[in-house]
């Protein structure tokens, strides 16, 4: 007997922080910079500093450490890059919150003190998710955990801006831009959320200079016409054909503005009088160049009417609004007010209503960088799986505007832009400048915004590796293997690394782009807060273990479509991970030691089977994850282990392994054990990696962790038996005739422990061998006293029959069952279903009933009412059959 017996049943909090730590002190995520092996690189996408672990990041992570742990057991040289992003926005209003419970305000503690109190928030809870990530299993190359805005990251960036600025690529100007007045920022297209909400149109009439009828404008944002210059009709609008005056009047305001022809205004809207307001409006700040009109900014960056509001001055937006509405009123020039539903942006990060606004911002012109990122897609380069996301990718890249990366916050990579206050030319640099390389002056002041979050992620798969200095890893890992991501940061992300991977490392940044699907409720639901759906990975951890929870995230990750997460399904992989222990228990009570070779003629029957099946499984497992084909693979396995190692092989060994086949048998049989064990923990570690390692070390002849453990180590081994069609195709056989007599027991309830003769026939010279050659596994799977062959016109006539393929089995059942007390009970089975039957049929006709019930009740009804019927018929027909075998008895 071995020693090293497993504990009767796994405790995964007994064991996960255990083998965490271990693989952690032994450096068994380590990468190496220079190693002959092939390399096998992913950057993680670095969760917020703010972040906290959800299912998201769950099956991110999880997908990632498959990949990453899978190639480890192929040999390569595997880097998985960690690090979290400083998240601009999102943690400035986090500890803008902290600070305003201590009574505290950012302007009152200055830039400078309010980036410590930033810092320092970073430094106690920036860390939270990526202790998360490691209860998830992450083997993540920690040593070299990276931050977006450590000091070489920051260097990377101001390299980039300097280069793309000297290039004329990046730019500053005066442009409208999406502006959150609560953050006090700047946003770009893709921060803005649309939705719809209630609002109201109202109807304006600007008169006329003489004071006459004028013409009517229609708009949701009255307080904005403090700010128009011109009123904008279509030159084919018919309505207008004869408009006398080629100016109007702007109320509350009292100046004269032009009236403007432009094809761009919608006739169908409104009045097909369009007002124009450049410095609050897209499209009006377009109509606006094409016409030379003047931009008159009446809001402010804090959502204030500014001194070109006239009396309307120092208002609240809104406020203003209501001011406008009334003093219109009063005028008698507000027409009308229609409430409508329109689409009105909010931003992504405080849902304020964001607003166009105009200010000085900075640009990265992509055009000439899309190019080249939609090039690389388009032959291959970079592959985007699955599919369908390559067109999206495309759609989006044609249609890119300018970036705009200036972002009115602290948090953040400084902008590397100088003035000069005497000279007041612009300095751009990689260092901080000492003085002016135009005048020489020294008055230098540096612009006070930051980069957009996702202009230092967009360097993250070159920045991290050290650039830009040559390093052995930039060499040695770059461009990356695949990258895993979610859809919803294809745009915010992954097209910009696309863009500045090609640029600056004249190289993709990762040859596979991974989509993955999103993780929902049960029913399919999005998960939210306010729906009160959300399920906490933790929690989840904390009660299953991490292995039933990442194996179930991985047996749903099928391409392209949502994986619906529910306690039930993982509490349903709990048990096929507590199969896989009490298995690997009893495996362990009979291996004393590890294989070393195969003699092929010695082996029984059931080996070679267990072996050709592993080999094909590892096959399919291996073909599965090169096409990141998660699910396939998890259940390839599933089946394997469940159905085929457990329920089969290891019924079919027990005798041997009590020596009941002679020592021979009973020495290979154990070594064959052994090596299906040691390869099925292998294949199973990437999925499950805490439960292999924990029995890996309990299995003789292993050394060191699971980790370094070789997924084709046993190729000599397998090749020696290799793909076995001839036992396959044998064992297969004998499964079928053991099945086909279980379901003859099961059908006419044969008691399990009752031992049956039965007699095969067959006409197939090569089936008749394959049994007589291993009856007595038959004998003994299907407990049987005895197996003959008969002749067709020799039938037994008391006996149940079971049809396989190429042979007839017989049981015999003279003497095996009481055929009238077994009939009697059926019989009375059946009377109490029919009687039960007719009550709930009666139901089901009575008007009174079907009309005041509701409907769940009365389809809970129908649905009784078929199982009745369904569990009738099938003791009817069991009858039937009893009744015929008695009579096939009586007439012997
Ligand atoms: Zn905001
Ligand atoms: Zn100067």
Avoid at 292 to 313: H, Q, R, S, W
Avoid at 505 to 526: Q, S, T
Avoid at 643 to 668: F, M, N, P, T
């Amino acid at each position: 007997m071995s020693l090293s017996l497993l504990d009767k049943g796994y405790d995964p909090h007994k064991v996960e922080g255990r083998w965490y730590n271990f693989w952690e002190k032994e450096l068994l995520f380590s990468a190496c910079e220079e190693s002959r092996q092939k390399s096998y690189s992913i950057v993680i996408p670095p969760p917020n500093v703010t972040g906290v672990l959800h299912m998201g990041h769950a099956l991110n992570i999880t997908l990632q450490d498959i990949l990453c742990r899978y190639r480890r057991i192929q040999g390569d040289n595997v880097l998985w890059m960690p690090g979290t992003d400083h998240a601009g926005i999102a943690t400035q209003n986090v500890v803008e919150k902290k600070l305003a419970e201590e009574g505290l305000g950012r302007d009152q503690l200055g830039r400078d003190k309010f980036i410590k109190a930033v810092w320092e928030w970073r430094d106690q809870h920036g860390r939270a998710i990526i202790n998360q990530l490691k209860r998830l299993g992450a083997s993540c190359d920690w040593k070299r955990e990276r931050f977006t805005m450590d000091e070489g990251l920051s260097r990377a960036v101001r390299q980039v801006f300097v280069s793309l600025y000297d290039e004329g690529l990046i730019y500053r100007g005066n442009y409208l831009i999406n502006w959150c007045h609560r953050c006090h920022t700047a946003l770009s297209d893709i921060e803005v959320e649309h939705e719809e909400i209630d609002g109201n149109l109202y109807y304006i009439r600007y008169p006329f200079a003489d004071g006459s009828n004028g013409l009517v404008v229609a708009t949701t944002r009255p307080e904005t016409m403090l700010g128009d210059t011109g009123v904008a009709v279509n030159p084919n609008d018919d309505r207008y054909h004869n408009i006398e005056s080629a100016s109007v009047i702007l109320p509350l305001m009292d100046r004269s503005i032009p009236v403007i022809k432009d094809t761009y205004v919608d006739m169908s809207f409104g009045t097909g009088a369009l007002k124009v307001t450049p410095a609050h409006d897209f499209n009006d700040f377009e109509i606006g160049n094409r016409h030379n009109l003047p931009v008159i900014k009446v809001i402010d960056d804090n959502g204030l009417m500014t001194d070109e509001a006239g009396k309307f001055k120092g208002l609240d937006r809104f406020k203003c609004r209501e001011s406008v509405v009334k003093e219109l009123e009063k005028a008698a020039l507000l027409e009308k007010i229609e409430p409508i539903k329109h689409n009105v942006g909010h931003c992504y990060r405080c849902k304020s209503i964001v607003e166009p606004n105009l200010s000085k911002q900075w640009f990265v012109k992509v055009g000439p960088l899309a190019e080249k990122a939609i090039a690389a897609v388009k032959n291959g380069d970079t592959k985007i799986i699955p599919e369908v996301w390559t067109q999206t990718y495309f759609d989006w890249m044609n249609n890119i505007k300018d970036w705009c990366i200036s972002r009115q916050i602290w948090w953040g990579h400084r902008i590397p832009s100088w003035t000069c206050e005497q000279c007041d030319k612009l300095i751009v640099s990689v260092d901080t400048p000492k003085e002016c390389p135009f005048c020489g002056g020294n008055r230098l002041a540096q612009e006070t915004d930051v980069l957009d979050t996702w202009f230092s992620s967009a360097l993250w798969p070159f920045s991290t590796m050290g650039w830009p200095d040559e390093t052995p890893l930039l060499k040695t890992f770059y461009p990356t293997s695949v990258l895993v991501t979610g859809f919803d940061i294809l745009f915010f992300w992954v097209a910009r690394m696309m863009m500045m991977g090609i640029h600056f490392m004249k190289d993709i940044p990762f040859k596979n782009v991974y989509v993955h699907a999103l993780v929902r409720d049960e029913k399919g639901k999005k998960m939210s807060k306010s729906k009160g759906n959300v399920i906490d990975p933790l929690t989840i951890i904390n009660q299953y273990g991490t292995d039933a929870f990442r194996f179930t995230l991985a047996a749903f990750a099928a391409q392209g479509r949502d994986i619906k997460m529910s306690e039930k399904r993982v509490e349903g992989y709990r048990h096929f991970i507590n199969k896989i222990w009490n298995a690997s228990r009893f495996a362990l009570m009979h291996i004393d030691e590890e294989l070393i070779e195969i003699r092929h003629n010695d082996i029984l029957l059931p080996d070679r089977w267990i072996l050709s099946r592993l080999s094909r499984v590892k096959a399919d497992v291996i073909k599965s994850l090169d096409h990141y084909r998660f699910n396939d693979a998890a259940g390839i396995l599933y089946q394997f282990v469940w159905h085929e190692l457990c329920d089969w092989y290891l019924e079919a060994i027990k005798s041997v392994l009590y020596g009941k086949r002679g020592e021979k048998s009973q020495e290979s049989t154990k070594g064959v054990l052994w090596f299906v064990l040691r390869g099925t923990l292998v294949l199973l570690h990437p999925f499950i990696p805490f439960v292999t390692e924990e029995i890996w070390h309990k299995l003789p002849g292993t050394k060191g962790s699971i980790m370094k453990a070789s997924l084709f180590s046993d190729d000599s081994v397998l090749s020696a038996i290799g793909f076995n069609s001839e036992a396959e195709l044998e064992m297969g056989l004998i499964m079928e005739i053991v099945s086909g007599i279980r379901n003859v027991r099961g059908e006419i309830n044969i008691s399990p422990s009752l031992s049956l003769d039965v007699l095969i026939h067959t006409e197939n010279e090569k089936v008749r061998k394959i049994i007589n050659e291993h009856l007595d596994i038959i004998i003994d799977l299907a407990s049987l006293k005895s197996v003959g062959f008969v002749q067709p016109d020799k039938k037994p006539k008391a006996s149940a029959t079971a049809i396989v393929h190429n042979a007839t089995i017989f049981v015999l059942l003279e003497g095996i069952i009481n055929f009238s007390k077994e009939a009697k009970r059926l019989e009375k089975d059946a009377a109490r279903l029919s009687k039960e039957l007719t009550a709930v049929s009666k139901k089901l006709i009575n008007e009174d009933f079907l009309s005041k019930a509701p409907k769940d009740v009365v389809d809970k009804v129908k649905k009784k009412q078929e199982t009745l019927i369904e569990k009738h018929q099938k003791i009817e027909s069991n009858l039937k059959r009893l009744k015929k075998l008695e009579s096939s008895l009586t007439l012997n």
